[in-house]
């Protein structure tokens, strides 16, 4: 043993070696009477029968003193509730019910990097989508793990190939902390084109699993990893996913918890799109089309408000309704006197006359021959409506 | 006059004639004291002085026994509230406050076209959208006007270019029926481009329009016509809408009316898809994917139900938890014993053993000199689970 350990922290240590990542039955257990009664009931063989049979093999193989040495020697931390970076967010995953199979609060994670846990994800945003992802779907990954990370706010994701590698990479491009949340050992690469990809993370950002150090990762364990990032990040972003796509796995545990979900919308003629929609349709997840909506999502109100796209902003948007209606019923090309511009716009000739005149003084008509005639709108200087303002207005 | 008429519907003839489309001042006039006695005021010369002052000079004008029996001619016809084939949709106008200058319960309609209004609106789909649309849009318009006409639901739009052009398209081609509800005079063709068109429609199907015929397309007769869209439908789709299209200004009247407003998503990179992404967030709009979808959301509970895509059925799907975490765990390329199997997976080796028959009877595993291997997993013939069972489940 490197340092002498606490019996409950050598307890979840050694059931993290020989239990799987989020098996119901040792997370529920361990929840409710602690590491040290569950691990002394599977050593002594009294109770918990088909649990202690199933551990029995891995039990016997488990070498938790030389791990923890051997993982130390190479960066890796092994944190448990009862340690200050252990994030209060994982808690949370005490109150829902599994999923598939997988669920409760992790015995311990594995961790690898210079980032303190509790801190990178106190505010923070999960990008997860298709490994088969579309350029479009990478391109909007970047965009939004680049948004993200420049506004100081940490980007979780899977390091799988498509989506997630996308955001990750968007967030380092961004300079922003990104957490990767593996299935396997967090001195894996998996997948292996991703190895100088999850050494740069190890560098500068943070790698964590419940998956003890050299383990495979399997489908049960992606399950298992899935609610670990739903419930680290604040809200959790489906950018492209297949009907039958792991993502959207991660997006049920973010709506089980309560977190904030959101999706990006695609063409719907494209098939890694259409389980994004299906979320935004059954599961009330917002609709988000950039970074800037996702972090007005995720914020207290105020912090990260959106100003919404407003077109271009029109002279004509600067006068009075009436003036418009008159402006309306002006001919561009031959011109028409202002009686005939009256009865067209259905305004007495004073109104009329009047309007006119203001229309003339913001460059909207001349007067050519004594006829009026409109002239393009070449767009106004001033600034757009303040954010939440005029947003759905138009131009017919 | 043609024939002897009803002193209120002439009065609305008119009024018709004489008075902008959706004038709040003359709809609001006519919702409460009928059309007789706001034509008279107009005419005496004694009350509304500057309604009166704005329309003296196109009463004056009027010819409307010459209008009506020339409208006729053509095939024509005026409706009131009084006619059969009003359809009560139209009142809800009269309980919503204008926009842009614009509302109320329109004073009479011009029709032309073999449908009864009140029949073609009764279950109806509008779909509107942006006149510079893409080749992606104008595709899922045309699709959602297929589908919609195929279960013989009506597709009314606005006869524009791009969306509108395309969903009218989509009905004809389903050869069901559709109704173009215009902003000019319904014996005019605008644009221009959709003569043949709109003359099709007028053949089998029924073109609408509040202005009386011969009036050119304004702004404000626009803004008119759009209220009409959402009041008649339905539901009302917006497929691509820019930030200030003016289909946006349709869907607010949808939206206002609380008649059913869907929009479909696109790509977040397209500015044509800006709007319609807007509504979905800030209007609560019904994310849809095609004509399946619309058809649930404006139909009667379970009269058009929509099955959902499920992508592949896997053998694997077909058996227990504990089978597929057996599974999980049978390495591809070189198999191992059940011993090691049971390891990997946690579970007991007798539950192994058994689970590992099954899977062999499943075709998932076989058996080589004594080690097990996972078979690539060749999908399953039997059909897809029932709708809404399953659809977001999936496949790490």
Known sequence: MTRAMDPERRARL??????????PRLTGLVAELGAVPVLSALTEQSEHGELREALAERL??????????????RGIRFVTPADDEWPTSLDLLSHVAPLHDRGGVPIGLWLR????????????????????????????????G??????????ISGAAFGIDQASHRGALAGRGPTVAVLACGVDRAYPTAHTELLAYIADVGLIASEAAPGCAPTKIRFLARNRLIAALATGTVVVEAAVR????????WAHGLSRTLMGVP??????????VHQ???ARNALLVTDGAEVLEAISVAGEHTVERP????????????????VLDAVPVSRGAPSTSIARAAGLPVPVVTSALKVLAETGLVVLVSGRWRAVPDPGATVPAAPPGQGTLDFVP
Chains 1, 2 share one sequence.
């Open 14 to 23: 050694v059931l993290s070696l020989i239990g799987e990542p989020g098996d």
């Open 279 to 281: 979320l935004i349709r």
């Open 146 to 155: 680049a948004a993200v990370a420049e506004a100081g706010v940490s980007l």
């Open 245 to 252: 796509s792991g993502a959207l796995n991660t997006a049920h």
């Open 310 to 325: 407003q077109g271009v902003v029109l002279r004509r948007d600067l006068v009075s309704a009436e003036e418009r209606q």
């Open 113 to 144: 990097g210079p980032l303190r846990l509790d801190e990178a994800t106190q505010e923070s945003v999960a990008v997860v989508g298709s490994r088969s992802a579309t350029t479009y779907g990478t391109r909007v990954a970047g965009e939004i």
């Open 60 to 73: 016997r193989a488990a070498r938790p003193d030389e791990v923890l040495a051997a993982a130390e020697r």
């Open 266 to 275: 695609g063409p719907v003629t494209s098939a890694t799109s259409q389980g």
